[in-house]
């Protein structure tokens, strides 16, 4: 089974090269699933209804969220009825959406398990036991799991990754939007990559129009983000899974740079 991952597409400009690069990529390498992080999908914060269904359309299959979950305020309105978007696991329960999901495509199904880090981060559940709860249901319908670390500590990105490897077929870190060339599998085949990086303007700093960012970091004024112009990169990883046992073959990542 082949599954490409993107990581963080931010604003207008990540969706452009959602658009440009899927549908082809999907052809050329015969890929059953794409999963992307939408967590910065609309304005650069947050996901709205039209965004989502945008990225859908663009071949995207799972979305998963972050740290931006709640941010454009209207997620709450969709995010329990569309069976496909997941938001991190190890938020109180009582919130909306779900932390897993199962797809089912041509080779079977997969679970997909949205979970965030709590290092330098909200202080919320605790993301190794939000795994095991969530890992007791889906192993009972998915072999092939593929989870999404939202975090911003690679060493807690990292230790995730060992503590599931051989029970899920893969880990992926997302959220620091910096591509990270650490990919590796597990001895148990399990899949590693510390940050996936983000889809999204180039020129920019994480996403956010430079100049706003280096001012706010030289004065500590508080000032509104805009998504930054300009070239446009796309960071995915490409994966094959074999099916039958849920262990990862091989895993590449993807870095690529163009006008959209
Ligand atoms: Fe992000
Ligand atoms: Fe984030």
């Known amino acids: 089974m082949k599954i490409l991952f993107i990581g963080d597409v931010f604003g207008n400009p990540g969706r452009k090269a959602v658009k440009e690069m899927v549908h082809k990529l999907k052809k050329e390498r015969q890929i059953?699933?794409?999963?992307?992080?939408g967590e910065n999908a609309a304005g650069g914060s947050g996901i709205t209804y039209v965004v989502a269904q945008?990225?859908?359309?663009?071949?995207?299959?799972?979305?998963?969220?972050?740290?931006?979950?709640?941010?454009?305020?209207?997620?709450?309105?969709?995010?329990?009825s569309d069976?496909?978007?997941?938001?991190?696991?190890?938020?109180?329960?009582?919130?909306?959406?779900?932390?897993?999901?199962?797809?089912?495509?041509?080779?079977?199904?997969?679970?997909?398990?949205?979970?965030?880090?709590?290092v330098y981060m909200d202080?919320?559940?605790?993301?190794?036991?939000?795994?095991?709860?969530?890992?007791?249901?889906?192993?009972a319908f998915a072999?092939?799991?593929?989870?999404?670390?939202?975090?911003?500590?690679?060493?807690?990105?990292?230790?995730?990754?060992?503590?599931?490897?051989?029970?899920?077929?893969c880990v992926l870190g997302t959220h620091t939007h910096v591509q990270t060339a650490?990919?590796?599998?597990?001895?148990?085949?399990t899949a590693y990559i510390s940050d996936v990086g983000m889809t999204g303007p180039y020129d920019g700093i994480i996403g956010v129009k430079r100049e706003i960012v280096?001012?706010?970091?030289?004065?500590?004024?508080?000032?509104?983000?805009?998504?930054?112009?300009?070239?446009v990169q796309f960071n995915a990883v490409y994966m094959d899974i074999d099916e039958k046992n849920g262990k990862t073959v091989s895993i590449e990542r993807i870095h690529q740079v163009m006008d959209v």
């Open 123 to 139: 202080s919320i559940d605790c993301p190794f036991k939000a795994a095991e709860r969530e890992l007791e249901y889906l192993k």
């Open 214 to 231: 280096i001012e706010k970091f030289i004065t500590h004024m508080p000032s509104k983000f805009e998504v930054a112009q300009g070239p």
């Open 83 to 118: 069976n496909n978007i997941v938001r991190p696991a190890n938020y109180p329960s009582e919130l909306p959406g779900k932390g897993s999901t199962i797809l089912e495509g041509e080779k079977g199904k997969i679970g997909i398990l949205n979970l965030m880090g709590r």
């Open 32 to 37: 059953d699933f794409c999963i992307a992080n």
């Open 54 to 80: 945008e990225l859908y359309k663009a071949g995207v299959d799972g979305i998963t969220l972050g740290n931006h979950t709640w941010s454009k305020r209207e997620v709450v309105n969709f995010i329990d």
């Open 182 to 189: 650490d990919e590796r599998i597990l001895p148990c085949g």
């Open 143 to 169: 072999k092939v799991i593929v989870v999404d670390m939202h975090a911003e500590a690679t060493s807690e990105k990292c230790a995730l990754a060992w503590h599931l490897d051989g029970r899920v077929s």
